[in-house]
């Protein structure tokens, strides 16, 4: 069951506890089949059609988005916020979590990619208010220069990407060196001055403002660049390097001798390096279509930044799902309760043992609206009875109202959800049902066998 919620939280990034209340009413409806003597494999198949009427019921009943619409999308993304510890700033978190978004949306030759996890990083800074967050338009990293002199401030920097060291080359292996005379040493000193020189030539010839590395940048490195008026940074991550490829449009280059113009990157309009808290932060900001963010935190604890940075998380998984598919379905337990009176309707033309556990299915799914009714103090079977009269009549978008547990027609109270939360929901919460069942299954057979056996108590772990 924990898995289930893991994998919605991966897919979908909401819906996490809808799976688990519902894979668990469906289990409960479950045993009263099992008790009736009908087979798992025959509940298992009513339940695949079970799921795919209600698949079909969220398409009818779903509405389409326009994803560029800023209000649209604002009061989409609310509903995943809504119940969490940030809705006292829904607006903020929510126009962060779009801004991300749109950032690192892209498409190429027809095929869409929003990838958050690696586009889009959240940097949670303690200190400050939670007001003071932002979306840059660009990078930050938790990085100083390495040298004291060299410049903070860089405007329309060209910026050089290695993921080589600025270094001397070490032997791969232990190498012992006998020397005649005195200047020998000297010598192979200079020799190792000679080749960080060429490297750092090579680099000045391009005129970059700023050499930001992987890898390690010696001191003599760090001295030429200083004396060619370059500042550097050493030790980037490689995820955050990806980052800064993408926002100021460079090239990260693996060997100084592949070395471009083009590789540099000319799209950022400010490189500056500021305190904050007791840490330097260097900024990359003011790029031009930057396709990579970061995503500035802050915040009184830790411990709030982390909760934030989870519900943002959300928020921003919410976003993606709607630039995949742009549909809408009605929130508030309404397209719940929709596809319990449709899968109702639909088991009364189902003949022989089926209608049974179909009829399952539409009972489990009315879990939904009534936990919404019994977490704002309303009375379960009056409100649930007047929805239900509502959805026969064919008026799919009612649903309950989170703070009075009335019902209320969705369309005026605009509460929406991304249609493929909810169509993962129902898939993952079903599929768990069925593979349970099997498994139920062998936990009887084995039971059976020991009554056959018989003789002797049984063993520990099977009373356990």
Not at 59 to 87: H, Y
Not at 166 to 185: A, C, H, P, R
Not at 265 to 275: A, D, H, P, R, S
């Amino acid at each position: 069951m924990i898995e289930l919620s893991r994998t919605q939280d991966e897919e979908c990034g909401d819906g996490t506890t809808s799976v688990i209340i519902l894979a668990g009413e469906i289990l409960a409806q479950s045993l009263a089949q099992l008790e009736r003597d009908i087979h798992p494999v025959v509940i298992i198949s009513a339940y695949n059609k079970a799921l795919k009427e209600a698949l079909e019921i969220i398409n009818r009943i779903s509405i389409p988005i326009d994803t560029s619409n800023d209000a649209e999308m604002l009061s989409l993304i609310k509903t995943s916020i809504g119940t969490k510890f940030v809705s006292r700033w829904s607006d903020l978190m929510c126009k962060l979590a779009l801004q991300a978004v749109r950032t690192v949306a892209q498409e190429e030759n027809g095929i869409k990619s929003v990838d958050i996890k690696r586009y889009a990083r959240v940097e949670k800074v303690p200190g400050g208010e939670i007001e003071q967050s932002t979306v840059m338009n660009g990078i930050m990293i938790n990085k100083d220069i390495t040298h004291p002199k060299m410049r903070r401030r860089i405007v329309n920097p060209r910026i050089l990407l290695l993921d080589c060291p600025l270094e001397y080359k070490k032997g791969e292996s232990q190498t012992n060196i006998e020397l005649s005379k005195e200047t020998d040493f000297s010598k192979f000193q200079e020799l190792e001055e000679e080749q960080v020189k060429a490297m750092t030539d090579k680099i000045i010839e391009f005129k970059p403002d700023l050499v930001i590395t992987e890898k390690g940048v010696s001191d003599y490195a760090q001295h030429f660049l200083y004396k060619a008026n370059i500042s550097a940074i050493r030790r980037v991550r490689k995820s955050d390097n990806n980052r800064i490829a993408r926002a100021v449009g460079a090239t990260i280059v693996n060997r100084l001798e592949d070395l471009r113009d083009s590789d540099i990157g000319t799209k950022c309009g400010l490189f500056n390096i500021e305190k904050i808290g007791d840490e330097y932060f260097t900024f990359l900001t003011e790029c031009k279509t930057p396709k990579a963010c970061t995503i500035l935190l802050r915040g009184p604890s830790k411990d709030i930044l982390n909760e934030v940075d989870r519900n943002l998380a959300d928020a921003m998984s919410v976003a993606r799902n709607v630039f995949f598919n742009a549909k809408l379905a009605p929130g508030g337990g309404a397209t719940e309760m929709a596809i319990s009176v449709g899968l109702h309707a639909k088991a009364r033309t189902i003949t022989g043992v089926e209608g049974w556990p179909f009829r399952a299915v539409a009972d489990a799914f009315e879990v939904i609206p009534r936990t919404l009714v019994q977490n704002s103090g309303g009375n379960a079977i009056r409100v649930l009875t007047e929805l239900r009269a509502k959805h026969a009549n064919g008026e799919y978008s009612w649903g309950i109202n989170g703070e009075t547990g009335k019902i209320v027609d969705m369309k005026e109270y605009g509460l929406y959800e991304s249609a493929s939360v909810k169509i993962q929901t129902y898939k993952t919460a079903v599929e768990a049902a069925r593979v349970l069942l099997r498994v139920d299954d062998v936990v009887q057979a084995k039971r059976a066998e020991r009554e056959q056996g018989g003789g002797g108590p049984p063993p520990q772990e099977m009373m356990e």
